[in-house]
């Protein structure tokens, strides 16, 4: 029996694959490492952060994965992010869950999109903890596909 993917029918023979841009070496030294960067009532926002060596950024980026989840992949785009000279968080809506199965990463993105004000608390705290523990005068904001919508939601906060 075939599932029903609803708006994502066109993903339904989809697998995560590294991008040529994340398979890169980032073009500068950066060092990354797993960050609590928040609390809203019980949830623990956990992410990946990286930041360049040679370069103290005042602009922040706010990263948010596509539907599979916060995997290697995105880290691999954080790190390039951040040889840019960013301070590149990679937020985790999934609460480190991620999936490398279509029907996986429909229950998870479905169950995030049921669940907004989850979402929207958990980007708000990346923002505050990039501006306040960081030191981010200017944050944005990138995310693919998913992401792409999420960040659509996170700039109209």
């Given at each position: ?128 903890y990039l501006?306040?523990?960081m030191g ?22």
């Amino acid at each position: 029996m075939e599932m029903d993917l609803g708006e994502f029918a066109d993903h339904k023979y989809d697998t995560p694959v590294s991008t040529e841009g994340a398979m890169r070496a980032p073009a500068a030294k950066v060092v990354s490492t797993e960050v609590v960067y928040g609390q809203s009532g019980d949830q623990i926002h956990r992410g990946y952060l990286s930041q360049s060596v040679t370069t103290e950024a005042k602009s922040a980026l706010i990263v948010i994965h596509e539907w599979w989840g916060l995997n290697e992949d995105i880290h691999a785009m954080t790190e390039q992010l951040a040889a840019q000279g960013y301070t590149a968080l990679a937020v985790d809506l999934y609460d480190g869950k991620s999936a490398t199965q279509v029907r996986a990463a429909y229950e998870l993105s479905t169950n995030l999109s049921s669940n907004e004000e989850r979402g929207l608390a958990n980007l708000k705290a990346a923002y505050d903890y990039l501006e306040a523990e960081m030191g981010a005068t200017k944050i944005g904001v990138i995310g693919w596909c998913l992401g792409g919508k999420w960040s659509l939601k996170t700039a109209l906060m």
